[in-house]
């Protein structure tokens, strides 16, 4: 998602880093994302650009866990074919693909308050100008803000009825753009080769120190990648079990795993923001 798939490993090491600081859930029984101290303190383009990835990333979790659309890719992967039509900035910032091949797009917001009438209807507007991708109408065009109340992580999301708007876009997207949904996890995996040659031959994990997590593959999804045979949705059914052979790993629907290590559970301190730890 972020960068539309070309971020190196540490700018995805870095964005991890900093939207951990930006939420917490507070006590064993907190069922509630929070926002920290911290990221209350932070100056106004910090927050911005904090904003920014949780809009990215919450549309991205909502678009799998509700609407089994796991394959997520930022616009701008096909801005070489839509360069005539990308001037301005009224388009949606994801387009994606459901298992039956259905297309949706997504404008995403990322809001420190609650967004008002005329901010949801620029961002249904910003979602709705992708009228077609491979000549087919998209299911779905969603605005979706991830915003707080209370300090409360908050998600809106709302599909509007269809409407002819000036300049639409519309794209062909071949199955090898698929890759580029994996080159942030693969840039990662490439930067510790013996356990990406353990992946190619059978579930393994690779551990990202810097991180605290450990990430992985499905062997499956690795070598197709590798092979530019076809690549998911096409080989890879998001609804199978989550917990391939005997392994016990736990692969989410788009194939990749990622365990978060001990200090994931520890509660964020503000001295650590400021070197003082």
């Given at each position: 998602v972020f960068r539309h798939g070309l971020a190196s490993q540490y700018e995805a090491i870095f964005r991890w880093s900093m939207m951990r600081m930006a939420l917490e859930q507070a006590g064993p029984a907190g069922r509630r994302l929070r926002r920290t101290t911290a990221a209350a303190t932070l100056d106004p383009s910090e927050k911005g650009s904090i904003n920014y990835y949780?809009?990215?990333?919450?549309?991205?979790?909502?678009?799998e866990m509700t609407l089994g659309t796991p394959w997520l890719l930022h616009l701008?992967?096909?801005?070489?074919?839509?360069?005539?039509?990308?001037?301005?900035?009224?388009?949606?910032d994801l387009v994606g693909q459901l298992p039956n091949?259905?297309?949706?797009?997504?404008?995403?917001?990322?809001?420190?308050?609650?967004?008002?009438?005329?901010?949801?209807?620029r961002a249904k507007q910003q979602?709705?100008?992708?009228?077609s991708v491979n000549g087919q109408r998209p299911r779905l065009a969603v605005g979706a803000f991830a915003y707080f109340r209370n300090d409360v992580l908050r998600f809106y999301w709302e599909d509007p009825e269809p409407?002819?708007?000036?300049n639409p876009i519309s794209f062909e997207c071949t199955p090898s753009a698929?890759?580029?949904?994996?080159?942030?996890?693969?840039?990662?995996?490439?930067?510790?080769?013996?356990?990406?040659?353990?992946?190619?031959?059978?579930?393994?994990?690779?551990?990202?120190?810097?991180a605290d997590v450990k990430i992985g593959i499905h062997p499956e999804i690795l070598r197709a990648l590798e092979s530019d045979s076809s690549m998911p949705p096409k080989i890879w059914n998001p609804s199978r079990p989550s917990h391939e052979g005997e392994s016990g790993i736990h692969y989410h629907s788009?194939?990749?795993?990622?365990?978060?290590?001990?200090?994931?559970?520890?509660?964020?301190?503000?001295?650590?923001?400021?070197?003082?730890t």
């Open positions: 949780l809009g990215l990333a919450v549309t991205k979790l909502f678009a701008d992967v096909f801005r070489p074919q839509l360069n005539p039509v990308l001037r301005g900035r009224s388009r949606p091949g259905d297309w949706v797009a997504f404008e995403c917001k990322g809001r420190l308050t609650p967004p008002d009438l005329r901010s949801k209807q979602a709705q100008r992708l009228i409407k002819v708007l000036p698929w890759k580029y949904y994996y080159d942030p996890v693969l840039a990662l995996l490439r930067s510790r080769p013996d356990a990406l040659n353990s992946m190619r031959k059978s579930e393994h994990l690779a551990e990202i120190e810097e788009d194939g990749i795993a990622v365990v978060a290590g001990p200090t994931w559970s520890e509660r964020f301190k503000d001295g650590e923001q400021n070197g003082d």
